[in-house]
């Protein structure tokens, strides 16, 4: 009887073998499906697995998985506390017979019973739960055939099973949950222990099932009058001027316009699309975070909050997330792309969409924001942006505080998962918008999206634009956040700590390093030894301080990125008699800024302490530097999203030392290298980088110790003004130089921190630090730079 149980699985398995592709959910595979990076097998030795139903087609799809990653099969003894069984799993429930009945639970395994019966506090093995997915519909729909073939909420049966083996074969998923080790349930009495497990494997497989799936849209027509039967849209509707009926006919209007209609037919077509679009246009798409984004979806709600870069930044999320067995969010999504054609495919991708502003319609208003409360109460995970739209020079935007303003307030009215905000990081090599964001920056007006962008896309299927880092940084659990905050303003201090999670998530490529190196030279263009050693420098500078962030850094070794960027065309070759010589043409130089904007981030506190040393000719004491820099270094880091921390300078300082870019004198000084040290051109390299936003901040302060008399408003138009004439006299290639936003910070954040107030008729009144200021300029930047400023003021 053995044998013939044998032979009839080892048939089964062949079949489904030759059938199925299941995936593993949250594996590394890369766009041609191949798996990149395979699951550790390291730990998966004393793991026992837990399947949620009685199902040999589920343990046959996890033996196949198990065996393609290269850890234990199910069906292999295991040993621990000194006990052994001849199989690594059980089942939660039994079926109760037939094939269309569901399975339920009405006993416990035997062998689950014996395994909990056998364990110590000594024991090293763990509960593995493990949820196999037939499909991956994350909602019923009107079809017989997809509710009949669907993995929903309700137990699949064997019926179902059969048909998915075929018409689903490709999206069948794994997912494996957070282990529970079995020496947490030792010590307990057998009968407790067992149902105590039961429980907490019931609450993982359910919330895998969530993570996966997304929550249960059984009831999604149910979901205008929901919204229409809540007491803010009740209010706007009764209180509106237009009359109850007519107003109750715009609250449905906007339902309508707003709402997502998620298909799952529709998204497996799209990602079909994908892959033959991301396989012609991309080597490769890099994930990084991907275990804590894992870790962090099977117990929260998942709130996505991207940088904003590109339109493809959520094409590819939700492609990401869709081929690694993840939930699909809910994208916002501005009204300007709901386009003929465009709109209603977006819209069964799982965007929903919303006005640019809304703020004098409090019907729309009202219905918007009880829109985005049903979908958070429900479960599902919600994608936005927080910088509201694409930046056009690399950095991140200032916040939009509305959409965060709206989920701290769902989150204060209360829904049953609490709220996980996940930044996310894209890095582009060579961006797909690049030459219509080339002409934005030389002053042409934005071009409203329409159709034929879509079609002049077709085009980019010829070129080559490298790779895309995809990095998921640290989520901030709201709940969590809130009491240790303290802040007076949550909504825009929490807009802040998006911003400056997202800058730690960052990813340093290839073109972000020859970027930083080549636009610090007077005219773009550089020896190609020199490039290459400032790159290793930089990257050198990154590592010795890995222990501190958070990065993610290329590979390639210097001269391997120097010869990537080239083969990329973002780089030309000059050929010369003493050595090659590598440049940018004028139009990819501004092209470049876009680059080296996205990471100036990560090297503005070396770069800074390189300013104060470059030129020194006496020794420079550790104190004075870290007084320095605690002094212009708060306005910097507010600039570009980042923390000052305590202890960071010091520890900057001991990385350039041993690098070599700093020299300690007898005295215990940081001295510069001496001239004609190569570290004495690198040091000067490193210093370009935070040298424009150092200009930028000088303008501002020198216009204010000038005697002419200034308001807010009209120091920050002149500091504008200042700004976008010097870059014109002295070529200083940064489009975001004059952008009057970074301005508005700098002197918010003066009279913010009570460096500069404002009198009764709105003057603006300075103290000594800002002569303080001026002083020490002199030793830090061009003496050229600043008789012009002077001058202007």
């Known amino acids: 009887m053995r044998s013939l149980k044998a032979l009839s699985y080892r048939f089964s398995r062949w079949f489904i073998g030759l059938i199925a592709r299941p995936q593993l959910a949250g594996s590394e595979v890369d766009l041609e499906g191949e798996r990149a990076v395979p699951v550790d097998p390291a730990s998966a030795g004393n793991f026992i697995y837990v399947l949620g139903s009685r199902s040999l087609s589920d343990l046959i799809v996890l033996d196949l998985v198990c065996e393609r990653i290269g850890v234990p099969s199910p069906l292999t003894p295991i040993e621990y506390s000194g006990h052994r069984e001849d199989r690594r799993f059980f089942f939660l429930s039994r079926p109760a017979g037939g094939w269309f009945r569901r399975n339920t639970m009405q006993t416990y395994s035997e ?14 093995a763990a509960l593995l739960p493990v949820a196999v997915f037939w499909g991956r519909a994350p909602q019923k729909e009107g079809s017989i055939w997809h509710a009949i073939l669907s993995e929903n909420w309700s137990v699949t049966s064997r019926l179902k099973r059969l048909g998915n083996l075929f018409l689903s074969r490709r999206y069948i998923v794994v997912s494996y949950g957070t282990p529970i080790p079995l020496r947490e349930l030792a010590g307990a009495e057998e009968n407790l222990a067992v149902r105590r497990a039961a429980r907490l494997l019931r609450v993982r497989l359910r919330n895998q099932r969530v993570a996966t799936l997304g929550p249960d849209f059984s009831h999604q027509r149910t979901l205008a009058d929901q919204i229409l ?24 209007k906007a339902i309508r316009s707003i709402a997502s209609n998620m298909s799952f037919p529709t998204i497996r077509v799209l990602a079909r699309l994908l892959t033959w679009f991301w396989q012609e246009i991309y080597d490769g798409v890099e994930i990084h975070g991907l275990q804590r984004l894992q870790r962090i979806a099977e117990s929260h709600t998942v709130v996505y909050l991207p940088s904003h870069r590109s339109h493809i930044d959520y094409l590819l999320l939700s492609y990401l997330l869709f081929y690694r067995g993840l939930m699909i969010p809910h994208i916002a999504a501005g009204d300007n792309l709901n386009l003929p054609l465009v709109g209603p495919l977006l819209r069964r991708g799982g965007a929903f969409f919303m006005r640019r502003q809304f703020r004098d319609d ?25 910088e509201g739209g694409r930046s056009r020079t690399g950095r991140l935007l200032p916040a939009r505080l509305g959409m965060l303003k709206m989920t701290l307030e769902c989150h204060e009215r209360g829904i049953p998962r609490p709220l996980a905000l996940v930044p996310v990081y894209f890095g582009y090599e060579k961006l797909i918008e690049a030459r219509s964001y080339l002409d934005e920056l030389r002053g042409t007006e934005k071009r409203r999206e329409s159709i034929g962008d879509i079609f002049r896309s077709l085009a980019l299927i010829r070129q080559d634009f490298g790779k895309v880092d995809v990095n998921f940084g640290e989520p901030l659990v709201l709940g969590d956040w809130l009491p240790v905050s303290g802040a007076d303003n949550p909504t825009y201090e929490l807009g802040q700590e998006i911003l400056r999670r997202i800058n730690e998530s960052a990813s340093i490529n290839p073109i972000n390093l020859v970027a930083l190196v080549t636009l610090s030279t007077p005219r773009f263009a550089i020896d190609e030894t020199q490039l290459v050693e400032q790159v290793e420098c930089l990257m050198a500078l990154l590592r010795a301080d890995a222990a501190y962030h958070d990065l993610s850094i290329t590979t390639l070794d210097g001269a391997g990125v120097v010869q990537y960027v080239e083969h990329l065309g973002m780089l030309s070759r000059e050929r010369q008699e003493f050595g090659d010589i590598l440049c940018h043409d004028p139009v990819n130089a501004v092209l470049m800024t876009w680059y080296r904007n996205n990471v100036v981030h990560a090297f503005a506190l070396p770069s800074l302490i390189a300013c104060l040393v470059r030129e020194r000719r006496r020794p420079f004491g550790r104190s004075a530097i870290v007084t320095m820099v605690d002094v212009v270094f708060p306005y910097i880091a507010a600039e570009l999203n980042i923390r000052h921390i ?10 350039m030392l041993a690098l070599g870019l700093l020299e300690l004198h007898p005295s215990g000084g940081c001295m510069p ?18 040298e424009p936003t150092l200009e930028r ?3 501002v302060i020198a216009l204010l110790a000038s005697q002419a008399p200034r308001t807010r408003e009209s120091l920050q138009d002149d500091s504008r003004k200042v700004a976008q004439k010097v870059s014109r006299i002295y070529g200083i290639n940064a489009p975001e130089f004059f952008d009057a936003r970074l301005f508005n910070l700098f002197v918010d954040k003066l009279i913010a921190d009570g460096v500069v107030q404002e009198g009764a008729d709105g003057a603006l009144i300075h103290g000594a630090l800002v002569r303080e200021v001026m002083k020490a300029a ?7 730079f600043r008789y012009a400023i002077l001058l202007e003021g």
């Open 111 to 124: 062998r689950m019973v014996r395994i909990l019966g056998s364990v110590d506090e000594s024991c090293d």
């Open 229 to 252: 039967g809540s007491r803010a849209v009740r209010s706007a509707i009764e209180s509106s001027p237009v009359g109850p009926q007519k107003a109750e006919k715009q609250a449905r």
């Open 362 to 386: 409090p019907i729309y208003a009202a219905v918007f924001s009880e829109y985005l409360y049903q979908v958070y109460r429900r479960g599902h995970c919600v994608e936005f942006f927080p």
């Open 646 to 655: 305590p202890g960071a300078t010091d520890r900057w300082v001991d990385h």
């Open 673 to 690: 290298p001496p001239p004609g040290n190569p570290n004495q051109h690198r040091l000067q390299l490193l210093s370009s980088i935070i």
């Open 697 to 699: 901040l000088y303008i």
């Open 778 to 784: 002199g030793s830090v930047l061009d003496p050229q």
